[in-house]
T-cell receptor, first 115, second 109 residues
Framework: EAQVTQNPRYLITVTGKKLTVTCSQN?????MSWYRQDPGLGLRQIYY???????DKGDVPEGYKVSRKEKRNFPLILESPSPNQTSLYFC??????????????FGSGTRLTVV | GQNIDQPTEMTATEGAIVQINCTYQ??????LFWYQQHAGEAPTFLSY????GLEEKGRFSSFLSRSKGYSYLLLKELQMKDSASYLC??????????FGGGTRLMVKP
């Protein structure tokens, strides 16, 4: 089944403790992206990647890192999480940055709470 | 950037028709998507409009006017399961999606 897999689905952590949210897609998509979703603010892009070893900042990159060593994987790293990073996170992928005719395929989401 | 505006909340009755509007800045615009998102779940693709006019897919239709920077999603024969958020997203000059804040639709019996 074609899908984007995120892990974990839920995570509660403490301020300052480094964490990684994994994202993997099995569709050979070139474009991958991370979003965070907060009430009233909609989906905001954190980072995106056009292809292996090519990453770029989105609208809200502060406090996050990403890497794209393989085409299928695009982990999101929070080096020192803070409470304002409590949010619902989505990974998405597409054939190319243009989103084509079918838009992005989204992962199931990761609900992160930083206390 | 690209500002995308849509109402925050709407309420409609089961079996009725509802129209969710979306307006956006027209500069560098390529196309417009609509997604459905149930609470706590991932957004799922509904429609994509590039050309002006109405596109119909079963109970859902989407309309685009490029010159007016305006789109709407029309839901007919509303069902309780249609209670969800509906996200409007613009495909901008860089060909990446920018999302509106979403419209939460509540369908009542």
């Amino acid at each position: 089944e074609a899908q984007v897999t995120q892990n974990p689905r839920y995570l509660i952590t403490v301020t300052g403790k480094k964490l990684t949210v994994t994202c993997s897609q099995n569709m050979n998509h070139e474009y991958m992206s991370w979003y965070r979703q907060d009430p009233g603010l909609g989906l905001r892009q954190i980072y995106y990647s056009m292809n292996v070893e090519v990453t770029d900042k989105g609208d809200v990159p502060e406090g996050y890192k990403v890497s794209r060593k393989e085409k299928r994987n695009f982990p999101l790293i929070l080096e020192s999480p803070s409470p304002n990073q409590t949010s619902l996170y989505f990974c998405a992928s597409s054939w190319d940055r243009g989103a084509g005719d079918y838009g992005y395929t989204f992962g199931s989401g990761t609900r992160l709470t930083v206390v | 950037g690209q500002n995308i505006d849509q109402p925050t909340e709407m309420t409609a009755t089961e079996g009725a028709i509802v129209q969710i509007n979306c307006t956006y800045q027209t500069s560098g615009f390529n196309g417009l998507f609509w997604y459905q998102q149930h609470a706590g779940e991932a957004p799922t693709f509904l429609s994509y409009n590039v050309l002006d006019g109405l596109e119909e897919k079963g109970r859902f239709s989407s309309f685009l006017s490029r010159s007016k920077g305006y789109s709407y999603l029309l839901l007919k024969e509303l069902q309780m399961k249609d209670s969800a958020s509906y996200l409007c997203a613009g495909n901008n000059a860089g060909n990446m999606l920018t999302f509106g804040g979403g419209t939460r639709l509540m369908v009542k019996p």
